[in-house]
């Protein structure tokens, strides 16, 4: 049994022996430190950051070892997470900048979302089906069946029943005319959703500002009815 604990001390401090070997230990420690750290993060940009400069210090331990298989690993790590990373900071200047001129439109989405031509007449989503993805109009005419109204164009749609507690939709959407519709599938976005704060801020300022503009567009609607007549001057007729 001494001799076994011997033998691992001497394996665990020979790589003390060489300036490389201590290299290699350093480095190694490092990133996993900085892996550790990095799941403690609350923020996807900082998890992403973190993750490659941990990627990076393994990779030089890797080569200082050296490791073939741990190089090839961070090799493919790094450019993976830098990646990553590179989109998630892409989607947080758009929605910072979004925020800043105040554009509730859903046309910053565009980027992650999917185009489709839908001819006159096919039906989006009926009342009542999953809400199982978002939209945006480019081209085209589409009506809510229901309430006889026209989605603006340009403008996201399906993002509030997507948001309900039953995930259902409350209307009929319905090709006009020929119609562009861009979607983005609901997994990719609660992706965005989660990964990245001010996104999910963003798009409940949206989901809010469309409830208040419905609130006072019935509200008006209300306030211009015709007032009904009481019952006096109705016998007096």
């Not at 003390?16 to 923020?43: K, P, Q, W």
């Not at 393994?58 to 070892?65: D, K, W, Y």
């Not at 005319?177 to 979607?183: I, K, N």
């Not at 983005?184 to 704060?197: H, Q, V």
Request: glycine content about 6%; proline content about 5%; aromatic content about 6%.
């Amino acid at each position: 049994m001494g001799e076994l604990l011997a033998d691992v001390v001497a394996d665990l401090t020979r790589p003390l022996e060489t300036v490389r070997g201590i290299a290699t230990i350093v480095l190694t420690l490092i990133g996993v430190t900085l892996v550790i750290v990095a799941s403690l993060m609350r923020t996807m940009v900082r998890l992403r950051a973190i993750t490659v400069m941990s990627n990076l210090f393994l990779l030089a331990g890797a080569v200082t070892a050296p490791h073939g298989a741990l190089v090839l690993l961070y090799l493919i790590l790094v450019p993976v997470n830098c990646v990553r990373l590179a989109e998630i900071m892409r989607v947080t200047r758009r929605v910072e900048e979004a925020a800043r001129r105040k554009d509730l439109s859903g046309l910053w989405l565009k980027p992650y979302m999917k185009a489709k031509r839908l001819a006159a007449g096919t039906v989006v989503f009926r009342k009542g089906d999953p809400a199982d993805a978002l939209f945006l109009l480019m081209e085209g005419e589409l009506e809510w069946v229901e309430i006889g109204t026209h989605q603006p164009r340009g403008e996201l749609f399906g993002e509030i029943s997507f948001f309900a507690p039953d995930r259902t939709r409350t209307l009929t959407g319905r090709c006009v005319t020929d119609c562009l519709v861009m979607r983005i599938r609901g997994d990719a976005f609660k992706e965005l959703y989660f990964e990245n704060p001010k996104f999910a801020f963003h798009v409940s300022e949206l989901i809010a500002e469309r409830l208040i503009t419905d609130v006072r567009q019935l509200q008006h609607k209300i306030d211009t009815m015709p007032a009904p007549l009481s019952p006096e001057l109705g016998r007096s007729r």
